[in-house]
């Protein structure tokens, strides 16, 4: 494999999407931003169109199984490429504190970075074998001290500030994540929901509306995790790096970075 340092096309369309905030209804027009595809993957997505609910969840995880599955050892190789620093080729960007660093600052010591599973390995308890636990969809760089803090907690709104991670907060058993990067936390989150369906050995994954979720197979909050995608959507960097995965890595996409609209589809 070869690193790519290619920037994508970008195709814009707005599509209105509706979310639950509580006891309210409210109605967002997300601007769904799907990276051009190359020629073979143009009809990617033709098997889920104009599907909703379970049927539509069904049909993304047929579409995103058919992936590339790597080592554990090819996901550093892996986040350089796809968590690059678009400002500087050898560096990569922390996900919770959005800080650049060598991208060969790597390991388990004090001021390095580390593989962060965004869904929780625990949660299912799949560790880092090949699958759930190398997929770079939900793995990011992130520095090891405030991945330790991280720890295996659910997302939530509040808590105390996070030392080295500006805009993140945390209590005893949850996690908030700043706000630029809320979208990309739940967007990862429903992936990993839709790809890992209980089959080929793999847990089932499932988004629940809870925290503390512990050993068992989900992850929550539900309702917070839909109200962070409505409220940040996809970016420049983050569809890249779906489009990074295609080509170079996994072979396979995030849907929900493509079709933001199809959260409210099946987590309605």
């Known amino acids: 494999m070869y690193r790519s340092r290619r920037r994508d096309v970008l195709m814009r369309r707005s599509v209105p999407a509706i979310f ?3 006891a309210a209804v409210v109605s967002v027009a997300f601007v769904a931003s799907a990276a051009q595809p190359d020629d073979e993957a143009t009809d990617y997505y033709a098997d889920a169109e104009g599907l909703t609910g379970d049927e539509l969840k069904n049909a993304l995880h047929e579409i995103v199984s058919d992936s590339t599955t790597l080592t554990y050892d090819e996901v550093w190789s892996a ?3 796809t968590d690059e620093d678009p ?10 504190s959005g800080r650049s660093l060598d991208e060969d600052a790597n390991g388990g010591g004090s001021g390095e970075w580390n593989r962060e599973h965004v869904w929780p390995k625990s949660h299912g308890d799949f560790g880092t074998a090949p699958g759930p636990g190398t997929d770079v969809h939900h793995l990011r760089p992130t520095d090891v001290a405030v991945n330790a803090e991280r720890g295996n907690k659910d997302f939530d709104v509040g808590g105390s500030a996070v030392d080295g991670a500006p805009g993140n907060r945390t209590d005893d058993d949850s996690w ?12 990862m989150i429903f992936y990993m929901a839709v790809r890992y369906e209980g089959d080929d050995g793999y847990p089932d994954l499932e988004v629940n509306d809870q925290v503390d979720n ?9 309702s917070v995790l839909r109200d962070w995608h409505a409220q940040d959507p996809p970016d ?4 890249r790096r779906n489009q990074v995965i295609f080509d170079e890595w996994q072979h396979n996409r995030n849907p929900f970075i493509d ?6 589809e099946i987590w309605n």
């Open 236 to 239: 420049e960097f983050e569809r």
């Open 20 to 22: 639950a905030v509580g």
């Open 87 to 96: 400002a500087d080729p050898e560096s990569v960007i922390l996900l919770y």
């Open 176 to 187: 908030e994540p700043r706000d630029e990067i809320k979208g990309d936390v739940a967007r």
């Open 79 to 81: 986040l350089r490429d």
């Open 259 to 264: 079709h933001p609209e199809w959260v409210g």
């Open 214 to 222: 512990g050993s068992t197979p989900f992850t929550g909050r539900l």
